[in-house]
């Protein structure tokens, strides 16, 4: 009796110094809690609440009647989705797109860092990091107007290649063919500097002296590359790649919006047009809702894949 009420005591004094510990902790940190607020509220909102709005994909939704009182009709917007062509038509073109996008977009931000790491002369390597980083700030209706002035009918290069207005020599934004390759282009020139910027900011983290050693055991470029630089900054490629695949089914809802019609809705639909173009320009919403909520479902699914396998790799990923 003594001994459990000598444990009941230790226990309530070692509980207050963690209380007070907790609430300094809280007093000590209040700004950085204040500063962080928005952001929570941001996605607790937009971001997590605003989930609760996927309940009408198993209603039939009706925005005049409201989300309580529509009908109940269980898996049927699911079925309606299911034998609709243009949804597996958008699909295959999302992930189509996806894997273009994976493969020949992911390695340029990392080998521009390299590249810019090598360079000797600082002002020359802040001079092209200011220029490849500038695009990101631009609007993706501003990058698709400057391209369609470059490659248009009535674009610069046409300009240069005839002085007839009324013959086109070059024009890819009439052809569906190009659609999936200006995509990728426009990609790299916009959103390339940004993940420059993070692969050059881990290259900086890399020790010297692993250089110098490597260096001395007559290693050349390429072996420096290969065996100190990648296996050095692999945590962030692999933490790249794992946001990469959780982002990779949305390839860009501004991008395609804005040159849909000109390939023709036949080369140019994604899952997110097709969402928009059915819920908001049909008003079949609670089919439109299916398409998103399935859309969540696989990308969570891909993102759980990407990180148990960058834990088999030995790598942190994005969670333990």
């Known amino acids: ?177 190009w659609f999936k390759p200006m995509m990728l282009i426009e990609l790299i020139w916009k959103d390339c500097g940004w993940g420059t910027i993070i692969f050059l900011a881990a290259l900086y983290q890399v020790d010297d002296a692993l250089y110098e050693a490597a260096s001395l055991d007559g290693a050349g470029w390429a072996r420096r590359t290969w065996h100190v630089t990648l296996p050095s900054i692999r945590p962030v490629i692999v933490l790249l790649l794992i946001l990469r695949v959780g982002d990779i089914l949305s390839v860009g809802f501004d991008q395609v919006m804005q040159q849909r019609d000109t390939f023709t809705p036949a080369a140019a639909e994604v899952i997110d047009t097709y969402v928009y173009n059915h819920g908001v320009g049909n008003g079949q919403f609670s089919v439109a809702a299916v398409a998103g909520l399935l859309k969540g479902l696989v990308a969570m699914v891909l993102v759980i894949g990407a990180n148990k396998i960058a834990h088999k790799l030995g790598e942190q990923g994005v969670y333990q």
Do not use: C
Not at 16 to 41: I, N, Q, S
């Open 1 to 177: 009796m003594a001994a459990a009420t000598a444990a009941a005591a230790a226990a309530t004094a070692g509980a207050e110094p963690r209380a007070r510990t907790r609430w300094a902790r809280l007093r000590r940190d209040k700004v950085l809690l204040l500063m962080m607020l928005p952001g929570v509220l941001y996605f607790g909102v937009f971001q997590y609440l605003a989930q609760l709005g996927n309940i009408i994909a198993f209603k039939d939704y009706v925005p005049f009647v409201g989300i309580k009182d529509s009908a109940w009709v269980g898996f049927q917007q699911f079925s309606t989705l299911f034998a609709d062509p243009d949804f597996w038509h958008a699909v295959r073109n999302t992930f189509e797109l996806a894997l273009i996008q994976l493969v020949f977009y992911f390695p340029v931000p990392l080998a521009l860092a390299m590249f810019l790491f090598s360079l000797t002369r600082n002002r020359v390597r802040k001079l092209v990091v200011s220029f490849v980083y500038l695009p990101h700030f631009i609007s993706w209706v501003v990058v698709v107007g400057l391209f369609v002035q470059v490659l248009g009918p009535s674009g610069m290069v046409n300009s240069l290649l005839t002085h007839d207005s009324h013959h086109v020599v070059v024009n890819v934004f009439r052809d569906p063919a």
